[in-house]
């Protein structure tokens, strides 16, 4: 039993420390940039040896797809949760996504310059591919089979869906470009006047 309790305890402990590391990654890249982020720099942020990041990750790419997997999880967990409090109304959910959207970028600063950064440099690029890719696609599903169940039209549900996801792309780059003067009012106010059109055509027609 004492062996069983101290293997959970080292597992427990790893864990834990590679959840340190991995937060330590995406301050690195907000800092430093990924060119900028090493093992060395990660290793000072988290305040531990460099031979402990060894340990964990035998790589800088193999700890940025860590980062990068933990940054979409944060993000998947957080909407999930806003949709959970909205009303299930499809239209309330599409609405709770966008605003959840706006507000997340401006909250959570240093994943949106993670991401930022991966998409901008080619072998960040590669590595987001592999493990946000899945994720995004879904994304643009899940808002097309909102839109749809609203409008019945899934050619629109289609367009109005890329033209939501196109909002939201930009909004975190006006966030990440320009942190303090960002809005995070004026962005969603932006996304009512595509998302209108949708509320209006379920209100009954005047007699």
Known sequence: MAK??????????????????IDAAVVSVAQNGL??????????IANVSRALVGFHFESKDQLLMAAIASSIDIYDASLRAAQERADPEPIAQLWATVQHDVGFGAKHGDILSLWCAAWGEARGLDLYRVVGLPSDHKYKEEIADAIYTITGDRAEAMRRAAGINALIFGVWLECHLDPEG???QRALEAAKAIIHPLIASQQPSPA
């Open 35 to 44: 060119a900028g982020t090493t093992l060395n720099s990660v290793a000072g």
């Open 182 to 184: 960002f809005k995070v």
């Open 4 to 21: 069983v309790k101290d293997k959970d305890l080292r597992r427990e402990r790893g864990e834990s420390t590679r959840r340190i590391l």
